[in-house]
Nanobody
Framework: QVQLVESGGGLVQAGGSLRLSCAAA????????LGWFRQAPGKEREVVAA????????YYADSVKGRFTISRDNAKNTVYLQINALEPEDTAVYYC??????????????????WGQGTQVTVSS
């Protein structure tokens, strides 16, 4: 069982930056691949970034490439999402998710096992 708690959301102006954090409670954090998702009002939830267990493999949605950076610190049981050059279209609730896996090099785009409660990011123009 993994409990995930996101933080770091807020209201920012377009062009600004935020760093989202997701802290996990559990002893086997390093056995989980992690992902960041977002859901805007009236839209489906979408994956924006994912990272494998070791941190060596990452994925970014086309809409965020070059602006978002996912990273993890297994010693701190935390995954981060650095968001730069924010756009109004980035406004959404951001969720982190964890998937247990035996494969250290893989990231995943779906079928996650655990989810956080979400943190709101609002970008004003």
């Amino acid at each position: 069982q993994v409990q995930l708690v996101e933080s770091g959301g807020g209201l920012v102006q377009a062009g600004g930056s935020l760093r989202l954090s997701c802290a996990a409670a559990g002893r086997t954090f390093s056995y989980y691949a992690l992902g960041w998702f977002r859901q805007a009002p009236g839209k489906e939830r979408e994956v924006v970034a994912a990272i494998g267990r070791s941190g060596g493999s990452t994925y970014y949605a086309d809409s965020v490439k070059g602006r978002f950076t996912i990273s993890r610190d297994n010693a701190k049981n935390t995954v981060y999402l650095q968001i730069n050059a924010l756009e109004p279209e980035d406004t959404a609730v951001y969720y982190c998710a964890a998937k247990y896996t035996l494969y250290s090099g893989n990231y995943f785009l779906n079928q996650y096992d655990y989810w956080g409660q979400g943190t709101q990011v609002t970008v004003s123009s």
